[in-house]
């Protein structure tokens, strides 16, 4: 079992700064991409950025500039740095991992429990 716990949610102005962390732990061989995910309320969950184990990024065009996704491979923690929030960017925070338990093990998908992050205009 592989639990994703995330951190650094909260209220803050338009135009501020917030960071989330993500840590992975359980019983984990490897994991591949990990990345972040948003649902604002009665909206589907969106990708926000993603970064594999190389350390390749992608985002949404919407946070593109403004975002920035990196990660620890040794602590199995996966971040995101936002900067120049945005009353759009209000939403549950989600972060995910595709991660193998064994070296045999199929890649499975996790997910953490979500983080509120709320800007007010």
């Known amino acids: 079992q592989v639990q994703l716990v995330e951190s650094g949610g909260g209220l803050v102005q338009a135009g501020g700064s917030l960071s989330l962390s993500c840590a992975a732990s359980g019983s984990i061989f490897s994991i591949n991409t990990m990345g972040w995910y948003r649902q604002a309320p009665g909206k589907q969950r969106d990708l926000v950025a993603r970064?594999?184990?190389?350390?390749?990024?992608n985002y949404a065009d919407s946070v593109k500039g403004r975002f920035t996704i990196s990660r620890d491979n040794a602590k199995n923690t996966v971040y995101l740095q936002m900067n120049g929030l945005k009353f759009e960017d209000t939403a549950v925070y989600y972060c995910q991992a595709d991660y193998r338990q064994y070296s045999w093990s199929r890649w499975r998908d996790a997910w953490g429990q979500g983080t509120q992050v709320t800007v007010s205009s």
């Open positions: 970064i594999t184990s190389g350390g390749i990024t």
